[in-house]
């Protein structure tokens, strides 16, 4: 159990629906990370905050956003979805930013469009 | 930029062989590495890092990591695989001070008995 916990584990929504993903990163840990993990696109990184703030932007669409709040917890929210968005999403933490500490994974949100 | 290479999509090995599992990066300025391991159905688990220091790391589960600078690799190693060593791994790297984690495409490891 690494410390990061996601709600919900698994979600079958329809195409065009909007859905929110959330995250609880282990205690202590100030940054968040969020990646989308696909078959055909691998393991991208979409964004992270750090105390509230966000701090890196990675392949992350426009109809997808986040936020983190005071008490650090984290939303990924996904809108208008299509097919190709089902995917396991993964919210990742760790203790600050740009320094070498470890990233620890939650088990991830599936996600299914239909 | 930075970027991960896992050439092998796949590695086999019998329970009881060494494995390795090959990575290269490529990143500008000093480089922060890492190895996770993903098992079916469950997320990524953190195996060991690679920050400064000695080349060879040592992590989770008998696993090991050799740097070398010079050809800019990162490949993992077991002296002796079991069968429940058989999942997906994961290279990944880190820019010194950045804060993007850019992982490699994976490389599935079989360890037969």
């Known amino acids: 159990d690494s410390g990061v916990t996601q709600t919900p584990k698994h979600l079958i929504t329809a195409t065009g629906q909007r859905v929110t993903l959330r995250c609880s990163p282990r205690?202590?840990?100030?940054?968040v990370y969020w990646y989308q993990q696909s078959l055909d696109q691998g393991l991208q990184f979409l964004i992270q905050?750090?105390?509230?703030?966000?701090?890196a932007k990675g392949n992350i669409l426009e109809r997808f956003s986040a936020q983190q709040f005071p008490d650090l917890h984290s939303e990924l929210n996904l809108s208008s979805l299509e097919l190709g968005d089902s995917a396991l999403y993964f919210c990742a933490s760790s203790v600050d930013s740009g320094r070498p500490s470890t990233i620890y994974f939650g088990e991830g949100s599936w996600l299914t469009v239909v | 930029a930075q970027s991960v290479a896992q050439p092998e999509d796949q590695v086999n090995v019998a329970e009881g062989n060494p494995l390795t599992v090959k990575c290269t990066y490529s990143v500008s300025g000093n480089p922060y590495l890492f190895w996770y391991v993903q098992y079916p159905n469950r997320g990524l688990q953190f195996l060991l890092k690679?920050?400064?220091?000695?080349?060879l790391v040592k992590g989770s589960y008998g696993f090991e990591a050799e740097f070398n600078k010079s050809q800019t690799s990162f490949h993992l190693k077991k002296p002796s695989a079991l069968v429940s060593d058989s999942a997906l791994y994961f290279c990944a790297v880190k820019r010194e001070y950045g804060n993007k984690l850019v992982f490699g495409a994976g490389t599935i490891l079989r360890v037969k008995s």
């Open positions: 690679y920050i400064t220091g000695d080349n």
């Open positions: 205690s202590g840990d100030l940054s």
């Open positions: 905050y750090y105390n509230g703030e966000e701090r």
